[in-house]
């Protein structure tokens, strides 16, 4: 296995530009997830993938932000209009079918929105 | 909902000292519990992890015991080296609904000096 990855991994926008990022998994791993950190902070579920289906999104997640994983295997994830306070550490991680509760992360993307 | 409470940062060792760090958390269901390090410029990666209570994890000389009556899974390690120096985070992973979606602790830093 190569690992997550993920690219960018930094990503320097204006505000009310529209960004995306894209992650790809594991091979083999069915789940995907997506967080964000903050500095000095722990990374936040934003919402989750089984296959190509977006099971659960969290309240942090608003209408600016979409993900999608059309065919079960990478994902982007796109923030609309960017605020400033949409910058941090994006986060994907991804989870093996028999080892659902252990996911691995990739490296992330930084965002800075000025 | 479910929550996870860290020591605060940073911690300063002198190198080959005892570590202990802290954490504590809350949950409906019956989580898994896991320890994240992120060392400086990189990603999140796997440092160990406990499914049930009393599990023991391990890995690379650092130890965590799953404790349900404590609601606890405090790191240790017996002799810190220089290359240890991180941010270390405590997460559990709630199976209840499904998602297995982590929930961190704030982090803590830890600095070793020669």
């Known amino acids: 296995d190569t690992g997550v990855s993920q690219n960018p991994r930094h990503k320097i926008t204006k505000r009310g530009q529209n960004v995306t990022f894209r992650c790809d998994p594991i091979?083999?791993?069915?789940?995907l997830y997506w967080y964000r950190q903050t500095l000095g902070q722990g990374p936040e579920f934003l919402t989750y993938?089984?296959?190509?289906?977006?099971?659960?999104k969290s309240r942090l997640l608003s209408d600016r932000f979409s993900a999608e994983r059309p065919k079960g295997s990478f994902s982007t994830l796109e923030i609309q209009r960017t605020e400033q306070g949409d910058s941090a550490m994006y986060l994907c991680?991804?989870?093996?079918?028999?080892?659902?509760?252990?996911?691995?992360f990739g490296p992330g993307t930084r965002l800075l929105v000025l | 909902g479910d929550s996870v409470t860290q020591m605060e940062g940073p911690v300063t060792l002198s190198e080959e000292a005892f570590l202990t760090i802290n954490c504590t958390y809350t949950?409906?269901?019956?989580?898994?519990l896991f320890w994240y390090v992120q060392y400086p410029g990189e990603g999140l990666q796997l440092l160990l992890k406990?499914?049930?209570?009393?599990d023991k994890g391990s890995n690379k000389g650092f130890e965590a015991t799953y404790r349900k009556e404590t609601t606890s899974f405090h790191l240790e390690k017996g002799s810190v080296q220089v290359s240890d120096s991180a941010v270390y985070f405590c997460?559990?992973?709630?199976?209840?609904?499904?998602?297995?979606?982590?929930?961190f602790g704030t982090g803590t830093q830890l600095k070793v000096e020669l």
């Open positions: 991680a991804s989870s093996f079918p028999r080892s659902q509760e252990t996911q691995y």
């Open positions: 091979s083999e791993h069915n789940r």
């Open positions: 993938f089984q296959n190509e289906a977006q099971l659960e």
């Open positions: 949950a409906t269901g019956y989580p898994s």
């Open positions: 406990a499914t049930k209570a009393d």
């Open positions: 997460a559990l992973s709630d199976p209840t609904g499904g998602g297995n979606k982590l929930t």
